[in-house]
């Protein structure tokens, strides 16, 4: 085994396994909020990117504190936040509930927080998740939910915002809000390093060096 090739050993291995368990990365620069107001009785939620994907990457052989388990071996992304745009007074007693109506078969979705906060959050499956509830309590602050997925390719989710009473149901006299998020499950960057450094080692040993 030559210098180059224990490189490429070592690194894959590194990679692979006996990591330390750490909380899962923030997946996503600048973050992006989907901005809730409450104008009159209509709500509103803008996204300024529009249709742009955001990535969900994978980070292979990680393995991730707690609750943050359920993270490891998927492609992850916590760019997305909600976030109230100026003051919001539903009334009494009432609050902010996000359903998801439409989501892409394999999008999963784990209760996150602040996004410097991860070992604060409680990563409850949310939005359909491992059975979960459709309708998830908006607390009001700013939350960046952690989006997963197992297999690459696009995903989209579809969200209705509504003003809820106590027991979560819809209140009568408020226009609710939608929004679409979109996501992209890519491959991952070191696996695609370490090719590249194997495909470098075969051009190096096709001309003798
Ligand atoms: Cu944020």
Request: proline letters at 5%; charged letters at 15%; hydrophobic letters at 40%.
């Amino acid at each position: 085994m030559n210098k180059f090739s224990m490189i490429v050993a070592v690194s894959m291995f590194s990679g692979l396994a006996g990591a330390e368990p750490i909380w899962p990365h923030n997946v996503g620069m600048p973050m992006r909020h989907i901005m809730i107001s409450l104008e009159g009785n209509t709500l509103h939620a803008h996204a300024d990117w529009g249709d742009e994907r955001t990535i969900l990457q994978r980070f292979p052989g990680e393995t991730y504190l707690g609750a943050a388990s359920v993270l490891e071996g998927k492609a992850y992304g916590d760019q997305y936040g909600w976030l109230a745009d100026g003051f919001i007074d539903p009334g009494p007693g009432n609050g902010i509930s996000i359903e998801l109506l439409s989501a892409t078969p394999g999008l999963e979705t784990y209760e996150g927080g602040m996004r410097m906060m991860k070992a604060s959050h409680t990563y409850n499956p949310i939005f359909g998740t491992a059975g979960s509830s459709m309708v998830w309590d908006w607390p009001g602050t700013m939350v960046h939910n952690w989006y997963a997925a197992e297999l690459n390719g696009d995903y989209e989710a579809t969200y209705r915002i509504f003003v809820s009473d106590a027991a979560g149901n819809a209140v009568a006299g408020y226009a609710d809000a939608t929004v679409t998020l979109y996501f992209r499950a890519v491959p991952t960057p070191g696996a695609l390093g370490v090719l590249g450094v194997g495909g470098l080692l075969a051009a190096r040993r096709r001309r003798g060096s």
